[in-house]
């Protein structure tokens, strides 16, 4: 199989730590492409332009991260993601990708001209981001995200981990100890290690 990936994508970074985590790297070949040019050929395989994409053995490809995960626990068992047993562990994981959608939109923006940017966009994409990051760390204060690797560490650990390097702007941290102890901690992880963005 193949999947099509940015190196800087937190969405991909999910799929790519899954791989890893999996063990499944012969398995499925990781192919970096550049996105939003008219001409890409991904548009033949994926018209969203979106990443990541997988295309699997029959030559069907698979766009969203959470679907490419379920796909590829499914095929390649066993399964390394912890269910979500409950509404619990299920509206964690909504938060947590809600989270990684606004910061997506944040990155966008500020890779924009600065003259393109939208203040009121990064404003309000940054004011989301900052109380995301509140309510996760009393979520993290909790335990809640002490247990087997699942879609909601998963997803915060690609939201945030590195996420200094890359978009200073974001002072995730500030306050937030404990959000910021579990980052470090998850972060140490061969999965994440692993998939580290480039600078
Ligand atoms: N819901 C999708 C979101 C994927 C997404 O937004 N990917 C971005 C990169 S972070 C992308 O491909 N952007 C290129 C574009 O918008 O043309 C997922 O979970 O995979």
Request: hydrophobic residues 40%; charged residues 30%; without cysteine.
């Given at each position: 199989?193949?999947?099509?990936?940015?190196?800087?994508?937190?969405?991909?970074?999910?799929?790519?730590?899954?791989?890893?985590?999996?063990?499944?790297?012969?398995?499925?070949?990781?192919?970096?492409?550049?996105?939003?040019?008219?001409?890409?050929?991904?548009?033949?395989?994926?018209?969203?332009?979106?990443?990541?994409?997988?295309?699997?053995?029959?030559?069907?490809?698979?766009?969203?991260?959470?679907?490419?995960?379920?796909?590829?626990?499914?095929?390649?068992?066993?399964?390394?993601?912890?269910?979500?047993?409950?509404?619990?562990?299920?509206?964690?994981?909504?938060?947590?990708?809600?989270?990684?959608?606004?910061?997506?939109?944040?990155?966008?923006?500020?890779?924009?001209?600065?003259?393109?940017?939208?203040?009121?966009?990064?404003?309000?994409?940054?004011?989301?981001?900052?109380?995301?990051?509140?309510?996760?760390?009393?979520?993290?204060?909790?335990?809640?995200?002490?247990?087997?690797?699942?879609?909601?560490?998963?997803?915060?650990?690609?939201?945030?981990?590195?996420?200094?390097?890359?978009?200073?702007?974001?002072?995730?941290?500030?306050?937030?100890?404990r959000?910021s102890a579990w980052?470090d901690r998850?972060?140490?992880?061969?999965?994440?290690?692993?998939?580290?963005?480039?600078?």
């Amino acid at each position: 199989m193949k999947l099509y990936v940015t190196l800087t994508s937190p969405y991909a970074r999910m799929v790519r730590a899954l791989i890893v985590e999996k063990g499944i790297e012969d398995n499925v070949t990781v192919e970096p492409i550049v996105t939003r040019k008219p001409d890409m050929p991904l548009l033949d395989i994926n018209p969203s332009g979106r990443v990541p994409v997988l295309v699997n053995d029959d030559g069907d490809a698979f766009e969203d991260s959470a679907l490419i995960i379920d796909y590829l626990e499914t095929v390649y068992a066993p399964r390394v993601l912890a269910p979500q047993p409950d509404w619990n562990a299920r509206r964690l994981e909504a938060s947590a990708r809600s989270m990684l959608d606004g910061v997506a939109v944040w990155v966008r923006e500020l890779r924009r001209p600065e003259d393109h940017q939208s203040p009121v966009i990064l404003k309000h994409e940054a004011g989301r981001a900052l109380r995301m990051a509140k309510a996760f760390d009393t979520i993290v204060g909790s335990g809640a995200l002490d247990g087997p690797l699942d879609m909601t560490q998963l997803t915060l650990g690609s939201t945030l981990h590195w996420r200094d390097r890359t978009m200073p702007e974001f002072d995730w941290r500030h306050g937030n100890d404990r959000l910021s102890a579990w980052v470090d901690r998850f972060g140490e992880r061969d999965l994440m290690q692993r998939t580290i963005p480039p600078a």
